[in-house]
């Protein structure tokens, strides 16, 4: 795909401005949903990025990031908003003994002053349009998923004290998930999709490079070559680029110029993060070394 279109060229330099490594479809993806202000599904494996175009998205649009962060759970309550009842109870012992009837005194409490707005109704009354990361759906539970769904069909929400408050901007949403279980095709068809993969070598190396502009060659090439070995392997926890980014960060600020065996072992709980995964690795080191191109033996160490 070329990105002879204008649009789709303004999209991928702002990503590029925010250092973020974008594909073809990435690009697309981000453009189709800010322009039909659909929400954009995005699944993959853990680490691989899928937050982080959120984050990138609200960088290049100028605006504020939302999060959402799903869990078992999770309530309409902890998502759209909750009335400070602390504040509530202050302000009813301060007006005691006032001449407010019991209605204007409610009408006081329920308002907007003692709202704690939670993250679906901090986007919808936004001045100017947020992006919303509703992050890892699939750990919620199906009743707010279907709860979701209507939120983001009619963008207003129904406050019983105060009425209903609609959007003032429709907010960019990015929904993502790790396939914990599977979505309703309600939530599939409300959403354009993008499914994100663990990086090539190639892209792998290119992040690096952005990420760590001073990181060493070889060692930016040994280490990409040593994650796609690991990425092969039957791993609990297969790493993601977060994991490689962490690790290259870390040997690149120990003055590492190249992968050396003892570091290498001494430094497997950045990358790996499963005391199995470790075990299968250290039996295996020597080979992935030596696939990775690191010559040097145990015994000469």
Not at 16 to 34: K, R, T
Not at 226 to 254: C, H, S, Y
Not at 272 to 288: A, G, H, M, P
């Amino acid at each position: 795909m070329h990105f002879d279109h204008p649009s789709l060229l303004r999209i991928k330099e702002l990503l590029d401005a925010q250092g973020y490594i974008s594909e073809p479809e990435i690009v697309m993806s981000v453009f189709l949903a800010i322009e039909l202000q659909k929400p954009l599904l995005i699944e993959g494996p853990a680490g691989v990025g899928k937050t982080e175009i959120a984050k990138v998205m609200a960088k290049a649009l100028d605006t504020d990031l939302i999060r959402l962060q799903c869990y078992e759970g999770l309530d309409a309550a902890h998502a759209l908003y909750e009335w400070n009842y602390q504040q509530q109870l202050l302000q009813l012992k301060i007006e005691e003994g006032s001449s407010k009837s019991l209605e204007q005194r409610e009408q006081g409490i329920f308002s907007e002053r003692f709202l704690l707005k939670r993250p679906l109704l901090q986007a919808i009354t936004y001045d100017k349009a947020p992006v919303l990361l509703i992050d890892e759906i699939d750990r919620s539970d199906e009743e707010f998923e279907s709860f979701l769904l209507e939120v983001l069909s009619d963008w207003q929400i129904t406050i019983p004290e105060i009425g209903t408050i609609k959007a003032v901007h429709v907010p960019y949403v990015i929904i993502t998930g790790n396939r914990v279980r599977e979505l309703s095709e309600a939530l599939r068809r409300r959403c354009l999709y993008l499914w994100i993969d663990y990086p090539g070598f190639e892209k792998e190396l290119q992040i690096v490079r952005s990420r760590l502009p001073g990181i060493d060659e070889r060692l930016g090439v040994q280490i990409c070559t040593f994650m796609q070995e690991l990425r092969q392997m039957r791993l609990e926890k297969i790493p993601g680029i977060a994991e490689t980014l962490d690790w290259a960060t870390v040997l690149a600020n120990l003055h590492f110029d190249h992968l050396d065996p003892r570091i290498v072992e001494a430094t497997l709980g950045v990358i790996l993060k499963d005391w199995q995964d470790i075990r299968q690795v250290q039996t295996t080191l020597s080979e992935l070394l030596e696939r990775t191109g690191v010559h040097s033996k145990w015994e000469s160490l």
